[in-house]
Structure formats: C-alpha cells, structure tokens
T-cell receptor, first 113, second 111 residues
Framework: SQKIEQNSEALNIQEGKTATLTCNYT??????LQWYRQDPGRGPVFLLL?????KEKRKERLKVTFDTTLKQSLFHITASQPADSATYLC????????????FGTGTRLLVSP | DSGVTQTPKHLITATGQRVTLRCSPR?????VYWYQQSLDQGLQFLIQ???????AKGNILERFSAQQFPDLHSELNLSSLELGDSALYFC??????????FGQGTRLTVV
C-alpha cells in the first residue's frame, strides 16, 4: 500500500540547534516533494519544493534533501527558534501533470528557549 | 494572507443536515483541492479540480460532493451529516506546478 511516513512523536530541541525532520514514502513515484508548516487550527503554509532531479534545496535557515533511491526527504531548520515550533508536513506531488498532492501526517517540532 | 478565501469560518449543524462550504482560490490558480482534518489527525485528501474538471479523488464519502465553477471558485457539499464529520475542512489552490496555498479552513461541528 502507499504510505507517507513522518515521525509521529514530537521532536524537542533547544534553541539554536538544528532540527532535522524525516519523510519516508513507499509505493509512490513523486515528481516532486513539498514541505509545509502548520500551526494549530490554521491552514498549512507552503515552505519549500524540491524536484525529483534535485538533491538539495535551501531557503534562508531551511534546507531540504530528496533521495529518490532511499525514498526519503530530510528537512532541516538551522539555528532554530521558539517561533519555529509547529507541525511540519511533507507532501508528495504525483507525476500526473495535474499535481495530485498527498500529505504525510506531520511531525510536531518544539523548540525550547 | 494566502489569497485563498473560505466561507464560512465556523458552522454548527445537526446530524442529518446538509451544508455547503465555499472556496475562492488565489487569482490565476486553476487547481483547487479539498482536505478534511479531524482533531489531531492528518490532512485527508478529498478531491481535486483543475480548471473546472475533477482530476483526482481521495477518500471522499459518497455523501460528499464537490464542484468547481467557471469562475474557478469551488463548493464542497456535505449531506446526511454524522457526528464523525465534525472536522476542519481546508481548501487549497495552486498553479500547475508549485506550492499549494491554503485557506483558513471551515470548522464544521455536527451536533
């Protein structure tokens, strides 16, 4: 069956450290992968997109890697801040041409001062 | 502000009733998605439209239906409502290739 797996346990880190979140998938062949941030009761906010032929993408303190052989993406937040505390979702975009978008369950990140 | 507008923000209704949720996508976006998010659950993909045509279907119940109109706004119709349908319903829109932009959601409470 098709699965998108993110660590269901919350990730607790100290301010200033690097947070690393994992997204693994099975039985999908995504054209690209996206990461979103969601705060409680709010809609997800798009952060980054990485294509299947890209290994790494950066945006300010964010870095995403995409390994289509391992079927895994890693999402890094460097110099983390308490304001980064939220749930982070990965989403796969299928190579259908019309961008079917399927989300993982998300990992909650808690950054303590 | 994502540019995606959902109405109403809150809806309280009784079991067995029917409701309509409305979504206006970002200007120029042709794709509209609907998702359901129950308490502490992930985003469940319901359905996607592209330029007025249904393109993908997820775990959408037969009691639910949707459509996208020529002006690209979309409506999600939920009928014969049950207590378990209480959830946040999100609409998102995107350009053909790019990130999806979500509305603030409609919180549906079925009593």
């Amino acid at each position: 069956s098709q699965k998108i797996e993110q660590n269901s346990e919350a990730l607790n880190i100290q301010e200033g450290k690097t947070a690393t979140l994992t997204c693994n998938y099975t039985n999908y062949s995504p054209a690209y992968l996206q990461w979103y941030r969601q705060d409680p009761g709010r809609g997800p906010v798009f952060l980054l997109l990485i294509r299947e032929n890209e290994k790494e993408k950066r945006k300010e303190r964010l870095k995403v890697t995409f390994d289509t052989t391992l079927k895994q993406s890693l999402f890094h937040i460097t110099a983390s801040q308490p304001a980064d505390s939220a749930t982070y979702l990965c989403a796969l975009v299928m190579n259908t041409g019309f961008q079917k978008l399927v989300f993982g369950t998300g990992t909650r990140l808690l950054v303590s001062p | 502000d994502s540019g995606v507008t959902q109405t109403p923000k809150h809806l309280i209704t009784a079991t067995g009733q029917r409701v309509t949720l409305r979504c206006s996508p970002r200007s120029g976006d042709l794709s509209v998605y609907w998702y359901q998010q129950s308490l502490d659950q992930g985003l469940q993909f319901l359905i996607q439209y592209y330029n007025g045509e249904e393109r993908a279907k997820g775990n959408i119940l037969e009691r639910f239906s949707a459509q996208q109109f020529p002006d690209l706004h979309s409506e999600l119709n939920l009928s014969s409502l049950e207590l378990g349908d209480s959830a946040l319903y999100f609409c998102a829109s995107s350009a053909r290739r790019g990130g999806a932009f979500f509305g603030q959601g409609t919180r549906l409470t079925v009593v």
